[in-house]
């Protein structure tokens, strides 16, 4: 009897071993499913997530969830660069929509401002000798640099105004504790920047609207050609992120459709592109 007692204890607990093993086993595979889920991305990843954190994907990632067409990408990228579009268009930005009204307002009189700058004593006398009208081939030079110039400001006045790159860094913080902490931190940087932006801006405003008013009182006859140039020169603004943004989709796409995901180079070379 005490036998049978030892054999059945006995088996009961091999029984109870085997079944812990297979519950380890188990647990083991499941780590294993959710360690290869959070490798490889699959398109529910990519629901989530808005152009400018889709464009600045890792390339391994990027291959895996981002299969955007040529267009949609193409598209992608004149949304965020195109003054008009960028502004206006709705969009998943982080971007606070005053702000981009303001930038864009603040643009436009700059590309009026340093228009005027360019107007120096050659040119008023070209102006005089054509009877005031308009010479598209002379005033050409004056154009590209004002836009240039323009340009270049209009950088700086972005990374003052807009706040998405800074709201990305919260977002890809897995931890919520340290999420938290950097939201926190990253708030007061968004706000120190926004205040030195409505500052600039207004000082910019009213220096634009002092020069440009002395400007036109003096050279009354020069109004039309001013005008006119600062016209062509947004245009020109406006037209050029549609050539400009073809060239990062001729390298990213074939990097992403790339069969054996061997193409990291050219991915590399459509994320330098793309910053132009």
């Given at each position: 009897?005490?036998?049978?007692?030892?054999?059945?204890?006995?088996?009961?607990?091999?029984?109870?071993?085997?079944?812990?093993?297979?519950?380890?086993?188990?647990?083991?595979?499941?780590?294993?499913?959710?360690?290869?889920?959070?490798?490889?991305?699959?398109?529910?990843?990519?629901?989530?997530?808005?152009?400018?954190?889709?464009?600045?994907?890792?390339?391994?990632?990027?291959?895996?969830?981002?299969?955007?067409?040529?267009?949609?990408?193409?598209?992608?990228?004149?949304?965020?660069?195109?003054?008009?579009?960028?502004?206006?268009?709705?969009?998943?930005?982080?971007?606070?929509?005053?702000?981009?009204?303001?930038?864009?307002?603040?643009?436009?009189?700059?590309?009026?401002?340093?228009?005027?700058?360019?107007?120096?004593?050659?040119?008023?006398?070209?102006?005089?000798?054509?009877?005031?009208?308009?010479?598209?081939?002379?005033?050409?030079?004056?154009?590209?640099?004002?836009?240039?110039?323009?340009?270049?400001?209009?950088?700086?006045?972005?990374?003052?105004?807009?706040?998405?790159?800074?709201?990305?860094?919260?977002?890809?913080e897995k931890n919520a504790d340290k999420a938290k902490e950097k939201a926190d931190k990253i708030k007061k940087q968004i706000n120190i920047t926004l205040i030195i932006f409505i500052?600039?801006?207004?000082?910019?405003?009213?220096?634009?609207?002092?020069?440009?008013?002395?400007?036109?009182?003096?050279?009354?006859?020069?109004?039309?050609?001013?005008?006119?140039?600062?016209?062509?020169?947004?245009?020109?603004?406006?037209?050029?992120?549609?050539?400009?943004?073809?060239?990062?989709?001729?390298?990213?796409?074939?990097?992403?459709?790339?069969?054996?995901?061997?193409?990291?180079?050219?991915?590399?070379?459509?994320?330098?592109?793309?910053?132009?």
């Open positions: 009897m005490d036998g049978i007692l030892v054999n059945t204890k006995t088996d009961l607990v091999n029984k109870k071993d085997q079944v812990n093993e297979t519950d380890m086993k188990e647990k083991k595979k499941d780590n294993l499913h959710n360690e290869n889920k959070e490798e490889k991305p699959n398109m529910e990843d990519a629901k989530g997530l808005n152009d400018q954190e889709l464009n600045t994907l890792d390339y391994e990632i990027a291959c895996d969830i981002d299969h955007r067409t040529y267009f949609q990408y193409y598209f992608s990228l004149l949304k965020k660069k195109h003054l008009i579009l960028f502004t206006f268009w709705p969009m998943d930005d982080y971007n606070l929509a005053p702000m981009k009204i303001l930038l864009f307002i603040v643009s436009f009189s700059l590309y009026f401002t340093i228009n005027a700058f360019f107007f120096t004593d050659e040119t008023m006398n070209k102006i005089y000798e054509d009877d005031a009208a308009f010479n598209f081939i002379y005033q050409l030079p004056q154009i590209f640099y004002s836009s240039v110039i323009s340009a270049v400001i209009n950088m700086i006045l972005k990374m003052l105004s807009l706040s998405e790159k800074k709201v990305l860094e919260i977002k890809k500052i600039l801006s207004s000082l910019l405003m009213l220096f634009f609207w002092y020069f440009i008013s002395c400007f036109c009182a003096v050279y009354e006859n020069t109004q039309s050609v001013l005008i006119s140039d600062t016209l062509i020169s947004f245009i020109l603004s406006m037209l050029y992120p549609f050539a400009l943004n073809l060239l990062p989709g001729l390298f990213r796409i074939p990097a992403l459709r790339a069969p054996n995901k061997d193409q990291k180079y050219k991915y590399t070379i459509s994320g330098y592109v793309a910053l132009i």
